[in-house]
Each structure stands twice: as structure tokens, then as C-alpha cells.
């Protein structure tokens, strides 16, 4: 079997414009990949006209990098005439009408939608474990978990059934799953990627991302999927810049924070052993390293329980049985239909986390609960902004552990949070951050960097995050 | 182990409008006292400003123009529901509820 997809995409894009290879060559090799690599569960639907969209390419003369390259998209970003599900029951047969805007921009760079990827029911999860499909495992070892919610992205880029995927990220979900399966993730600043099509879980949080194999892979894909939009209010204008500027600049004079929250006894032995080598590494090349102290990021993962589940207790209030989606049988009257729609058509993870975001928007307790943390989400910022005027980036591990085994955390609602203890903070804030992977433990799991940059700075990251790539 | 209440059970459910059965309501008198113990340590918060953050972004005002662009057709828009009659969605009888 031919073995283009695992060339950088710079190469293939050469062979695409010499038509040494074509478009279907590529989307044939994807599709037996994901075909021989079935037990992965990384996709939940493939795209069916994927081939014939393919053949049309082959006589097109490809005029961008991502020309012909075939790309998954996380199944919560809708797709027109392509299942969309959200990993649920409730929207197990749902065709979308229109594309998202990421869609559209991705289809005009001629890049091809090879299907939609597994995920965490709705995106709320950690691991992947509560789609309604069944979850996504580890290609680095299968009895682990992919990470959540972008699971099924993450599985398929690490398993090299695909160069690129689409992500989305409310609290880590982009930048968990590429830490434990040892790829590149970025969620951009909130307001770069339009939102408009991704349906929506925690709207002041939700964020759209690539998910790739290299950095330079990844700062190229987020060159396409920038901009304002009309359809989305929270999408900033901003003047267009590439992404690759800095990557293989050296890191000289570079100032880097890193919180003390961030490597205190919540995270494994090897991880913190990885990120101090990490430090003296970049110490060596002339960066400047310190420890500094950050207030509230221990608050961050209640901030975000509260916000997440209040907002996603209004935004799946649309799932209701009547315009869209599963409806419930023998009902006979409205109330009716809502109940059992909702309790037959969610899962055990969505069900909760509605319930209790109801609770926290219910009268006086949405001051006690919702308003509070608004207030000390704003402290958290401001703790940001405090440290990014002296210092370019932030980093630490992005996770506490490598990837668990499946069933780690099967019906304990606690954990399924804790698992993004590191990543959530900068989605309070709206920051980018990245996670590349910076080496394995001793069984052999990836272990991953995470970087956060001061907001719309995302190429600073891209900078640090090429140079370590080159050497761990 | 702690847990809530079958009642306090049921009106959470029948706030979000989502239907239970009896072994989801046993189950989710755990699961959720979890759940709420945890927002609870929002309140032990003591040091923090009164100003709340709706949104990362700082224009938050920004609006687009008021024109008339492209509708969707009935049909597209009755595309998904599970129940319909020719262009018209069907649900359960509403008068007299």
C-alpha cells in the first residue's frame, strides 16, 4: 500500500502539483487506513461521496498546500448532506442542512472531508467514553483512552489515518486528547475561529482548533480556518498573518512563566521529571525560565463546572423532539414529549450535567452559583494579563497523567473534569494554547507540553512549540 | 455515602425537562450530590472583584446590518423533524393542556 499520507504535507503537496500522485490516490490510502484500523473507533460516519469528490479534483491544478488533502472534522461541526450526530442519540440521524463556516473555508482550499470523527456525547467527557458510538481508543496503546472530547480527531491523527482533523475545545478538549495520544493541538483565542456551525455546548468557552500531526501542519490549517464572520458576533476582525512566521526561529531572550500550580504534587513523577527537562533545555537555548506564583487556577475547574453546566443546560435546550432529531414514541401531550425525548435521547453524562446547570440557573442560585463565577473568572484573567506583561508564554504539562485505561472514570462525574485540571483555566480566559507532545513515560505513552500564549499571539507559540518539537 | 433526595431528584429533572426512570433517579441521587458539592466550593471563594466576565472578547457590542438575506425553504427546514405533514411539523395536541 501506497504511504503518501505519512510524507509532511509540504511533500505531498509537491507530488499533488508535479500530478505524481492525485487527490483519490490520497483518499484511497485514508480510507483503507481507516478501514484496517476499524478497532480504533475514530470515526463515527464516513463521507460516502468522498471518492467522487475526489475524482473531481483530479483535474484541477492544485493552488494551496491543503489542495487534495483529505481532513476529518469533529462530529459536532455540521456538514451539509453529512450526518452530524454530536456523538448522541438524539441527533443519531441528523443531516445538517447547511456547512459551518470552518466547513466552508475548508472546502474552499479543495481540502476533502473524509468523514466525521468520534467524540464525547455533545463534547462533555474527558475521554471519549460517553459517545453514544462507543469510544475512541489509544493508538499508542488500546486498552487507553484517546482523550475527550476530540477523541476520535486525536485518534485518527496519531493512528496516521489522517494528516489533519478539526477539533473543538470548551475546556481542554482539543488539547487533552493530543496530549495523550501525542500529536499537535491548538485551541486558538476565543473570537479567531468563527463558532458558527459548531454546535454550540458552552458558548463564552467553545472554541474550534486543528489537530495534527506537526506544528507547522497545524499553524498552516489554522491559517485557513481564521477570520471574522457575520454569522458568528463573538468572531474578531483581525489583519490576516501566517501562523508560520516564527516556526524555526530560534527561542533566544524568549521569556517564559511557568506557574507553580502547574508542577505542584496534583501532577504524575515522569510528567514533572519531562517538563524540567524541558525547562533546562529551553534555558539552554537562551530563554528565560521562571517559577512564578498564580492566583485562583485552583478555582478554575469549579468556574468551569459552573459556567460549562449553565450554559449547556440553556444552549441543548433546543433538543426537544420536535424540528430536528430523536422523538420519543407514545407521548400524549408536549410536556410529555420533552421528557421522555430528552431522557431516552441523551446520555448519562448530558443528562447530568443539564440537570445541575438547570439547578445553577434556577432563581437566587444563579447569583450565588452563575454570577460569582463570572466574578472570579474575570480575577483569573486578570491574573493572566498580570504575568503576560512580563513574561511572552506560560507553560506547564497539559495533563497530570499520561492517557488512563478505558473505564478509569466510568460513572464518577468528578473525575471527568479533573482530567483537564491544566487546560481549563485558559478557556476562562479566552487564551491559546497548544499541546505538543515532548516525549513518552516508561510504558511508552506520550507525555505532552502545553503552551499558552497572550491572546491572538498564537504564532509565539507556534514558535516555542517548533522548537521543541525538533528535539524531544 | 451521601446523596439527595428522590424529590430533589425530580425537580432538577423537571427543570431541565428531562424524564427519569427509577433506577436513573437512584443512580443520580449519587452522581449529582457529587456534582453539587462540587459548585458548592465556589462559596468558600473569598478574595475576588464584583466585576463578572461574560465573554473573552472586548467588542462584545458588535452587531451586523439589519438586511434580508437568504430564508430557508419549508422543506429544508422541516428536513430533520421527526414528525411532519407535508410542510408542517406535527406535535402532540397542545389545546387543552
Known sequence: MSKYLDLDIRKIHELLVKKEITPLDLVDEALSRIEENKDLN??????????????????????????????????NIVTKDLKTTCASHILENFIPIYDATVVEKIRENKMLIIGKTNMDEFAMGSTSETSYFGAPLNPHDKKRVSGGSSGGSASAVSGGLIPLALGSDTGGSIRQPASYTG????????????????????????????????????????NVLVGEDDRDLTSVKKDKEDFTRLIGEDIKGLRIALPKYFVSDI?????????????????????????????YLDTAVNLYQIIAMAEASSNLARFDGVRYGFRASDVNSVDEMYGKTRGEGFGDEVKRRIMVGSYILSGENAKTYYDKALMVRDDI?????????????????????VAPLLGNSKDDPHKAFMDDVLVIPVNMAGLPGLNVPVGKNSEGMPIGLHII?????EATIYKLASFLEEVF | MDRLSREEVLHVAYLARISLTGEEIEKFRVQLKVLM???????????????????????????????????????????????KNGSFIEVPVMINE
Open chain 1, 381 to 401: 484573567t486578570k491574573e493572566f494579563n498580570r504575568i503576560f506583561k512580563e513574561y511572552d508564554l506560560i507553560i506547564g504539562p497539559t495533563t497530570t497523567r
Open chain 1, 453 to 457: 500564549g497572550k491572546a491572538f499571539d
Open chain 1, 267 to 295: 501532577v504524575d513523577e515522569e510528567i514533572s521529571k519531562r517538563i524540567k527537562e524541558v525547562i533546562s533545555f529551553c534555558d539552554k537555548n537562551g530563554a528565560v525560565v521562571d517559577i512564578v506564583d498564580m492566583q
Open chain 1, 42 to 75: 475514530a470515526f463515527i460516519t464516513i463521507n460516502d461521496k468522498v471518492r467522487e469528490e475526489a475524482s473531481e479534483l483530479g483535474e484541477v491544478d492544485p493552488d494551496n498546500l491543503f489542495f487534495g488533502i483529505p481532513i476529518a472534522v469533529k462530529d
Open chain 2, 37 to 83: 458539592d462540587d459548585i458548592d466550593k465556589i462559596k468558600s471563594v473569598k478574595d475576588y472583584d464584583d466585576e463578572m466576565m461574560y465573554t473573552p472578547i472586548e467588542d462584545n457590542t458588535r452587531l451586523r446590518e439589519d438586511v434580508v438575506g437568504k430564508m430557508l425553504s419549508a422543506k429544508d427546514a422541516t428536513i430533520n423533524a421527526p414528525k
Open chain 1, 183 to 222: 500529536i499537535v493541538g491548538m485551541k486558538p483565542t476565543y473570537g479567531r475561529v468563527s463558532r458558527y456551525g459548531l454546535v454550540a455546548f458552552a458558548s463564552s468557552l467553545d472554541q474550534i482548533g486543528p489537530i495534527t500531526r506537526t506544528v507547522y501542519e497545524n499553524a498552516s490549517l489554522l
